[in-house]
């Protein structure tokens, strides 16, 4: 009988944090015990809708979500509607949601239901870390309950929203440093592989011809994802889905080369802030805290994603 790996998705859905809800619960390897929200893609209250949209289109009005933090925990907020849109989830068309979220914050959500895990829980952030942080600040008696921290965020390399810094850890890098920082084993799928996880349009055409609504979905959110990646100076062929590669790394980690290093955040440089420092030479007598991730079968990844759509069939 597979074991499967529980989970707490942590997100800001985003079309990639949507294409990563959708292909973990199309994997029997996955127990997705909860959703909770964080401000980043979009606001708050959108990010939120949208999860709850999700589940609905889904048939998964049984997963429970909870709303988190509504600003970073030092910062203004910053959203990325420039390249998700006004909905957050703009291309498709999404139902209401069919539910209510929990009448609980996010934090509270997740530290209620790793009390009560019989196993550790893994945590997959995939937007700010914020309530991760907090979660981590807040409960310290429940750091054994938690496996692992598999994020999506930061680069060993060149950033996306400043020239040293990624998207997610630059919108709240006080919560990351939090987090890099508590001794939890960390598992960073940032740039350096999800910009190698490229879908090309070749590929949406291969979603959209499985023929399920979830395919149909996919795909659509795909083909709005693509406009803002066409821009030549990222140098893309087609757009990185960088959420899903968390999901993909939990399911088949085969398909991803990494290496053990340590991982620092840049809390204050006025040109480096929010910039993930990795030790990948041993350079300083750091402790390594991270598995870095950085390579993937990009091919490999494009055949589990299109497996695990033709589960909605």
Same mark, same amino acid.
């Given at each position: ?41 979009? #606001? ?10 999700? &589940?609905?289109?889904?048939? %998964? ?13 030092? %910062?203004? &907020? ?8 006004? #909905? ?11 539910? *209510? ?6 934090? *509270? ?16 952030? +995939?937007?700010?870390? #914020? ?8 409960? =310290? ?21 400043? /020239? ?37 349009? @070749?590929?949406?055409? !291969?979603? !959209?011809?499985?023929?399920? =609504?979830? @395919? @149909?979905?996919? @795909? ?5 994802? &693509? ?21 993909? $790394?939990?399911?088949?980690? *085969? ?6 290093? $340590?991982?620092?955040? *840049? +809390? ?11 030790? !990948? ?6 402790? /390594? ?8 079968? %990009? ?8 497996? %695990? ?5």
């Amino acid at each position: 009988m597979l074991k499967k790996i529980p989970i707490i998705l942590d997100c800001d859905p985003g079309h990639d944090d949507a294409i990563a809800l959708i292909l973990a619960l199309a994997s029997p390897e996955i127990e997705l015990l909860g959703v909770s929200t964080s401000a980043g893609n979009q #606001t708050p209250d959108k990010t939120l809708n949208n999860a709850l949209r999700l &589940l609905t289109l889904l048939g %998964r009005t049984d997963i429970p979500v909870a709303g988190g933090a509504k600003k970073p925990l030092c %910062r203004e &907020l910053i959203i990325a509607d420039n390249v998700h849109g006004e #909905t957050g989830l703009d291309g498709p068309e999404l139902p209401d949601p069919a539910f *209510e979220p929990l009448p609980m914050t996010g934090v *509270e959500m997740m530290a209620h239901m790793l009390s009560q895990a019989k196993e550790p829980v893994t945590l997959v952030p +995939t937007g700010p870390q #914020t309530n991760i942080a907090l979660l981590l600040a807040s409960y =310290p008696e429940l750091h054994p309950k938690i496996k692992q921290i598999v994020l999506m965020g930061g680069s060993a390399g060149p950033g996306n929203w400043t /020239p040293a810094a990624e998207f997610n850890i630059y919108v709240d890098p006080e919560a990351a440093d939090i987090v890099f920082k508590s001794g939890i084993p960390i598992v960073m799928c940032g740039l350096d592989v999800t910009h190698q996880a490229q879908i090309m349009q @070749a590929d949406i055409d !291969r979603i !959209r011809a499985i023929g399920n =609504p979830i @395919a @149909a979905v996919v @795909a659509d959110l795909l083909d709005f994802f &693509l406009i803002y990646h066409k821009d030549p100076k990222w140098g893309f062929e087609g757009a990185p889905l960088h959420d899903p590669c968390t999901i993909a $790394w939990l399911v088949k980690p *085969e398909l991803f080369t990494t290496q053990t290093c $340590w991982v620092g955040i *840049e +809390t204050s440089g006025p040109k480096t802030l929010g910039m993930t420092v990795a030790d !990948r030479f041993a350079l300083t007598d750091n402790t /390594p805290n991270t598995e870095l991730v950085l390579g993937v079968d %990009r091919l490999g990844f494009v055949d589990l994603l299109v497996e %695990r759509l033709a589960f909605y069939g």
